[in-house]
C-alpha cells in the first residue's frame, strides 16, 4: 500500500515536471481521439491575445525559440527574442542606436485583411473609389461587410467618438497608417501613428517606461521592441465598462513556495521602511 502510494507520488511529481519544464509539449500532447493531430504546432500568443501570436519552433533539438504558460498561454521565456524580427525603421530621436540594434516583429503578416485593402475593394474603381469623399462629421457610415470582417469596427471604442477610421488610416493607400503630415506610414511602425496624438506615451515608450523590450539589456545593446499594436488593439482601446487602455489578462496563479518553506513572509522585511 505504501509502496504504491511512493508511486503515486513519484508518478505524480514527474507528471508535474514535465508538465511544467514542457509547457508546450503539453499542450501539444495528443488527445487520445485526436493522436493523429499529435504535430499540431503549439502558437501561444505574446501580448495582445488573439492578435499577437508565435508558433513553437526548435532552435536547436530540445530548445524551443518560445515556451508557454499552461495555464494561460501565454508566452513565458524565450529562446530566441529575435526571431522573426526586422529591423524597426527610422525612429526620430533613436538615430544614436547602432543600425540593426532596435528590432520589431512586423504586423503585416498578422494582418490578414490588408493586402486586399487597397486592390480588392478601395482600388480607385465603382463605389470605394479613390479618394473617397469623406463625410465632415468623421462618422464611418454603416458598412456591414466590413463589419462582418472586422468586428470591433461596428462600434469603434477609440476616442470617445472624436476619432474615426482616416485619422488613423491613409485616405488613398489603405493598406498604410498615417502620420501628422498626411505621410504614409507602414504597420510595422504603428509608433508613428499613435504618437501623433499620444505623444507622452510615445515618448515614455522610447524612453523605456511604457511597452515592453526583451534582449540585451545593455543601453544600446540589441532589443526587440514590442510595438503599440502588440499590446493595443487600435479599435477597441477602452474595454467596456473598464474603460481603460488595454484588454486584461487572467493573471498566472502565484508561485508554488520552494520545498521546505512553509511561507514567505521573509519578503515582508524589508531593510528600507515603505
Ligand atoms: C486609432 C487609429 C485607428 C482608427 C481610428 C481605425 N483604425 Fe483600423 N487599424 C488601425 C491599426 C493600427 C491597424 C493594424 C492593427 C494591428 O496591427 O493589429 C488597423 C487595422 C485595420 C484593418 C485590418 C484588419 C486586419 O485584420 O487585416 C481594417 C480593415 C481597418 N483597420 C479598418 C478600419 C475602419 C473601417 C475604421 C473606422 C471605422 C478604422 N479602421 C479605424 C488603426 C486605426
Ligand atoms: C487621431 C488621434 C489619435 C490617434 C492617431 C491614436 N489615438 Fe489613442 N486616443 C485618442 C483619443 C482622443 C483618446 C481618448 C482620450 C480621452 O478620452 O481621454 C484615445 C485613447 C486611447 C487609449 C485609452 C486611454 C483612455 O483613457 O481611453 C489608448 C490605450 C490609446 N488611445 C492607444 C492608442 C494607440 C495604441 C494608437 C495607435 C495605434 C492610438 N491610440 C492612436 C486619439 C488618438
Ligand atoms: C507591452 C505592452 C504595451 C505596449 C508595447 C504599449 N502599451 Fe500602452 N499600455 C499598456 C498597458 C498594460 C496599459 C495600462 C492600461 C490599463 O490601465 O489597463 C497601457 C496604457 C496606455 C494608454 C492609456 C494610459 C492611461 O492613462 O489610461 C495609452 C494612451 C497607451 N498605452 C498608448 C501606447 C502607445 C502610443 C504605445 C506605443 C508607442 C503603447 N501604448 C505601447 C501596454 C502596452
Not at 462618422?139 to 470617445?160: I, S, W, Y
Not at 482616416?166 to 497608417?177: E, G, I, V, W
Not at 504603428?190 to 515592453?212: A, E, M, S, T, V
Request: glycine share 8%.
Amino acid at each position: 500500500m505504501k509502496k504504491l502510494a511512493i508511486y503515486t507520488l513519484v508518478a505524480a511529481f514527474c507528471g508535474s515536471a514535465v508538465y511544467a519544464f514542457s509547457a508546450a509539449d503539453k499542450a501539444a500532447e495528443p488527445a487520445p481521439a485526436a493522436a493523429a493531430a499529435a504535430k499540431e504546432p503549439v502558437v501561444c500568443f505574446e501580448s495582445r491575445k488573439g492578435a499577437s501570436e508565435i508558433t513553437q519552433q526548435e532552435i536547436k533539438p530540445g530548445l524551443p525559440n518560445v515556451k508557454c504558460s499552461p495555464t494561460t498561454g501565454a508566452a513565458l521565456w524565450y529562446g530566441d527574442p529575435y526571431e522573426g524580427t526586422v529591423p524597426m525603421g527610422k525612429m526620430p530621436m533613436l538615430e544614436k542606436l547602432p543600425e540593426g540594434h532596435a528590432v520589431v516583429k512586423p504586423r503585416s503578416e498578422k494582418l490578414a485583411l490588408m493586402p486586399m485593402c487597397g486592390t480588392a475593394c478601395h482600388n480607385g474603381v465603382g463605389p470605394n473609389a479613390n479618394p473617397p469623399t469623406l463625410p465632415k462629421d468623421k462618422r464611418a457610415k454603416p458598412n456591414p461587410t466590413m463589419e462582418a470582417m472586422v468586428p470591433d469596427l461596428a462600434n469603434l471604442q477609440h476616442g470617445r467618438g472624436r476619432i474615426w477610421c482616416m485619422d488613423c488610416h491613409h485616405t488613398t493607400k489603405r493598406n498604410m497608417l498615417v502620420d501628422h503630415y498626411g505621410d504614409p506610414v507602414s504597420f510595422d511602425q504603428p509608433q508613428l501613428l499613435c504618437g501623433k496624438c499620444h505623444g507622452d506615451k510615445l515618448r515614455d515608450w522610447r524612453d523605456g517606461i511604457h511597452g515592453k523590450r526583451i534582449g540585451d539589456f545593455t543601453s544600446t545593446g540589441k532589443k526587440r521592441w514590442f510595438t503599440c499594436t502588440e499590446c493595443h488593439n487600435p479599435h477597441n482601446v477602452q474595454d467596456g465598462a473598464r474603460n481603460r487602455g488595454f484588454v486584461q489578462l487572467q493573471p498566472e496563479p502565484s508561485p508554488q513556495l520552494p520545498k521546505g518553506m512553509k511561507d514567505a513572509k521573509h519578503e515582508l522585511m524589508h531593510p528600507i521602511p515603505h
